[in-house]
Nanobody, 128 residues
Framework: QVQLVESGGGSVQSGGSLRLSCLASGFTYSSYCMGWFRQAPGKEREGVASIRGTGMSLYADSVKGRFTISRDNAKSTLYLQMNGLKPEDTAMYYC??????????????????????WGQGTQVTVSS
């Protein structure tokens, strides 16, 4: 069965860095679009970044230039490198297998991407 297991969350001060990892199993990882989503207390879950099997990526405006999504298809692992963290980045971060990233050569907005499978989440807390 499909499993997504996140790791790497923690507590950092504003301006710090963290790297999240997500180990995938139970499907042909390289064939699927993957993504990172987050949910802060009292807020709706939002898309952070998405990446195709080819490595092409899409970012939310709020993290562009600070976060980098990447994948290692040989290791079936998804990463999110987060630099310049801000208190507003505090949230539970979820790895996801995305149902459809969008048409060839284009993207669906992160807010329109449907998710087939979710990981259990990893907490990121940024203090000021």
């Amino acid at each position: 069965q499909v499993q997504l297991v996140e790791s790497g969350g923690g507590s950092v001060q504003s301006g710090g860095s963290l790297r999240l990892s997500c180990l995938a199993s139970g499907f042909t990882y390289s064939s699927y679009c993957m993504g990172w989503f987050r949910q802060a207390p009292g807020k709706e879950r939002e898309g952070v970044a998405s990446i195709r099997g080819t490595g092409m990526s899409l970012y939310a405006d709020s993290v562009k230039g600070r976060f980098t999504i990447s994948r290692d298809n040989a290791k079936s692992t998804l990463y999110l490198q987060m630099n310049g963290l801000k208190p507003e980045d505090t949230a539970m971060y979820y790895c996801a297998r995305v149902q459809n990233c969008g048409p060839v050569g284009g993207w669906l907005p992160l807010s329109k991407m449907s998710v087939a499978y979710w990981g259990q989440g990893t907490q990121v807390t940024v203090s000021s």
